[in-house]
């Protein structure tokens, strides 16, 4: 019985020994970057945000650049604000975009930043001020809806009402 409960015993130290090894993998490895604990700071607003929270990627043209670090609600606007921390290095001009989008259909969102033309550089801090919120996908698939089913309700042209009598043809 004594020999049972420490093969027991080691088989559990075994299991939370290989549950620990696969944590800190997956801590050292989830591609959040400590360069971005010291980022820049940008701050934009939003008619709507749906899907970001805390942590969603700010991504260029598709690479990750920083992430998301607080939403909140201007109270004066009530209009969504972000606020990102995005890598340092990158000097984006001043009139630099920022827009909600979609990694598919299914997927989660992200904050996409097209950067301007401006030779001005966004500082610590700084207000991205062109914004695009989110497309909700629901109320385009009611409004696409809602036109079919107009569409089929109303009678077509062709298929007006005159007793018009058909043409013979000439002999």
Known sequence: MRGRSLVEVATGAVVLLVAAIFLAYAMLHS???????????LRAK?????GISNGADVRIAGVKVGSVTDTRID???????LTLRVDRSLKLPSDTSA?????????????????????QILGDNGRITETQG???LESLLGRFIF???????????????GSAAPA????
């Open 31 to 41: 591609g959040r970057s400590a360069s971005l604990s010291d980022g820049l700071v």
């Open 46 to 50: 939003f008619d709507r945000i749906d």
């Open 75 to 81: 109270p004066q606007s009530f209009s969504a604000e």
């Open 99 to 119: 827009e909600v989008t979609s990694e598919g259909l299914l997927g989660g969102k992200y904050v996409s930043l097209v950067p301007g033309g401006s030779e």
């Open 134 to 136: 989110s497309v909700s």
């Open 147 to 161: 036109s079919v089913t107009q569409m089929n309700s109303q009678p077509s042209q062709n298929q007006g009402g």
């Open 168 to 171: 013979t043809p000439p002999r």
